[in-house]
Every structure is written in C-alpha cells, then in structure tokens.
C-alpha cells in the first residue's frame, strides 16, 4: 500500500520568493510520483511527473520537482512565486503492477499556498 | 468536449435521500475513475472503470454506493440513503488506456451537501 505525507497545510510566501512544498512517500514498490494543482472551483491539473529516469522532472508554469529515493521525498520548487501560483497543491503516489500500469493514485491531504504582494 | 464534465455542480440533498452525480469523460478515453474529496483531506479513491467494466470498486465506503458506466462514455455515481457524512466534493477522471503510466484529467467535481 502506498501513502503521502505533505508537510504544511498551508504555505505562504511573497511574490518573487522561492515557493517549496514538501511531499513524502511511502510505497512497497518503485512509484510513480505526482504533482497536481487545484485552482479554486476547478478540477485538478498536472504539474509534472516522475516515472523513471531522471529523477529532475521539470513541470509547466516553471515548477519543478525532484525524486529523492533515499529520502523517499518528491518536494515541490518554483524559484519565485507568481500570484497566479495561489492554488492548492497535491501531491500523489501510484505503483505501477507488474504489468508496468497503474491506475490508482492515492493523495496527500494538499497545500494551499498563498502568495502575497 | 474539450474536457471531464461533471453535473450537477452543485448538490443538496436531506438525509436519506438517494442522488445521482453525472461524469462525461473525454472523448476517446477509455479509462474513468471516481475520487472523493471530504474538507481537509485528500482525494480517497472509489472505482474505476475500463470501459464499462469496474475491475477496481475497492474503495466505494459501502453498498449504498454504486456507480455504472454506458460503454466507453458517460458514468453515473449513485449514493442511495445519503448521509450527513456522505458531503464531500465528488471528481471525475479519465485517462487513454495505455500500459505505464496513465495521465489522468479531472473535471470540476460536484459538490455534495447531506442536510
């Protein structure tokens, strides 16, 4: 079984500050690691993913995150916030079957970041 | 359409009452799932659906929960006897049937209120 732990229910920065969310794993097998933001009263949408291979993984609007195996972590950075980066933010776990698919992502509790002027 | 719809947008309903939420998946996508997202937690996983089979119902929270698909489109998700502890917002997602990993696109989500 997998679970994922976000440290900070609630983030806030300044525009223009660094913006790092923090996601921790768990998983029995190598996962698949997500990122996924929430604009208020819309659906989720992804950020970025980690499957295999470089363990770097660049995302859309500027955000990035990196796997750490040994940390079992998969933290969230953008290098200075935007207002419009304002959302809630979760992170998600699946394990691939033997078959290599995977369907179910199991989520963190989410992050709602506040970006201040 | 462009995206995963979802109706009603919005739902209230008194205890014991039975409801019927709506997903319109994206066309072509054969894969569809129903998550729950009760205040303060993260999205709990119901079912999935691989066209309209559900080889995953592991996470629908009792037998007053059912949900059905009509082929390779739309999915009912039925609650019968709501109760209190049934509010939540109700999401929707879709993906294309491919081995690895599958992205998954969310609609907007009902919102469900039990009186």
């Known amino acids: 079984a997998q679970s994922v732990t976000q440290l900070g229910s609630h983030v806030s920065v300044s525009e223009g500050a660094l913006v790092l969310l923090r996601c921790n794993y768990s998983?029995?097998?190598?996962?698949?690691l997500f990122w996924y933001v929430q604009y208020p009263n819309q659906g989720l949408q992804l950020l970025l993913k980690?499957?295999?291979?470089?363990?770097l993984v660049k995302g859309i609007n500027g955000f990035e995150a990196e796997f750490k195996k040994s940390e079992t972590s998969f933290h969230l950075t953008k290098p200075s916030a935007h207002m419009s980066d304002a959302a809630e933010y979760f992170c998600a776990v699946s394990a691939p079957n033997s078959g290599g698919s995977n369907y179910k992502l199991t989520f963190g509790k989410g992050t709602l970041l506040t970006v201040n002027p | 359409g462009a995206g995963v719809s979802q109706s009603p947008s919005n739902k209230v309903t008194e205890k014991g009452k039975d409801v019927e939420l709506r997903c319109d998946p994206i066309?072509?996508?054969?894969?569809l799932y129903w998550y729950r997202q009760r205040l303060g937690q993260g999205l709990e996983f119901l079912i999935y659906?691989?066209?309209?089979?559900?080889?995953?119902k592991s996470g629908l929270p009792s037998d007053r929960f059912s949900a059905e698909r009509t082929g390779e489109s739309v999915s009912t998700l039925t609650i019968q006897r709501t109760q209190q502890e049934d509010s939540a917002v109700y999401l929707c997602?879709?993906?294309?049937?491919?081995?690895?990993?599958?992205?998954?696109?969310f609609g907007p989500g009902t919102r469900l209120t039990v009186l």
């Open positions: 997602a879709s993906s294309f049937f491919l081995a690895g990993v599958r992205e998954q696109f």
């Open positions: 066309s072509g996508h054969t894969a």
């Open positions: 980690y499957t295999t291979g470089a363990t």
């Open positions: 998983s029995s097998v190598p996962p698949y």
């Open positions: 659906f691989q066209g309209n089979s559900a080889p995953d």
